[in-house]
């Protein structure tokens, strides 16, 4: 894997591209969505992604 960004210690970077509105997940758990188009080897955080765990806003069937 070449990394097209700095990635922080502990931070996530996508394995493959991940389309904007896609899930996004870590561990094979879903965390959140993309918010932007994630190219693989790029940094994933809250510029590009947001949380979807515990969100009471959202139905299951809105995901």
Not at 22 to 33: C, F, L, P, S, T
């Amino acid at each position: 894997m070449t990394l097209a960004d700095e990635i922080p210690f502990g931070h996530k970077f996508a394995l493959e591209s991940i389309d904007r509105g896609d899930e996004v997940y870590k561990y094979g758990a879903v965390i959140g969505r993309a918010t932007a188009e994630v190219p693989s080897g790029t940094w994933v955080h809250t510029h590009n992604c947001e949380s979807t765990r515990g969100r009471g806003d959202q139905q299951e069937d809105d995901r």
